[in-house]
């Protein structure tokens, strides 16, 4: 099955509007604010606000997990850089559980573990690394924050195998990411302005 179709199929696309909705009403404001990026815009999209309600949180978990299903069947353990992809990756990672295809979650520091290992990722001992790992990101601008995360989740010895995100804005962080690994976003800025 192709995403289109997977768009299409009607308990996705019941479940996708809803996180939409969600989205629209609590994460999306129109106004000039400061990028992570340094850039500026006139709109933001806060996804935690989302990602980290109950519902939001259900919705990801089955929306992410249903598209791994199909980009990256073969896939052991999904993940990002903290902050963003944090509930993103355990909503995942709990509705596979619940979907009996068990994804283990992992956490990407932004900064090594000041003690003991000295470690970048968190979990990844528990990481089969003959099995790809998705990434996971909550907005892609620049896509420099996914570039970063795939950089230490590959220097930690694993392979990834594809990037889904929340929201792509649309501004240059596909080219930069699909490089490393292709970017699959659940929405985009179309879903948000004209």
């Given amino acids: 099955m192709s995403l289109d179709a997977l768009f299409a199929e009607p308990v996705f696309a019941q479940q996708r509007g809803r996180l939409l909705d969600l989205l629209r ?53 999904v993940g990002g850089l903290t902050l963003g992809a944090d509930p993103l990756a355990t909503a995942t990672s709990i509705a596979s559980f619940h979907a009996v295809r068990p994804l283990h979650a992992f956490i990407v520091r932004k900064e090594p573990k000041g003690h003991g290992t000295g470690q970048w990722l968190e979990s990844a001992a528990r990481i089969d690394p003959a099995r790809p790992v998705v990434v996971l990101e909550d907005v892609v601008t620049t896509g420099a924050s996914t570039q970063k995360a795939i ?38 800025r179309k879903d948000f302005l004209p």
């Fill in 25 to 77: 009403v609590h994460a999306f404001a129109e106004r000039e604010v400061t990028l992570s990026s340094g850039a500026r815009s006139n709109f933001y999209i806060d996804t935690k606000r989302v990602s980290l309600d109950a519902e939001g949180g259900y919705l990801v978990g089955q929306l992410f997990r249903r598209m791994i299903d199909e980009i990256a069947p073969a896939a052991g353990a």
């Fill in 151 to 188: 950089e230490r989740a590959v220097a930690s010895g694993l392979r990834v195998a594809a990037v889904i995100a929340l929201v792509d804005r649309l501004e240059g962080g596909r080219d930069a990411v699909t490089p490393h690994a292709p970017l699959y976003p659940l929405f985009t």
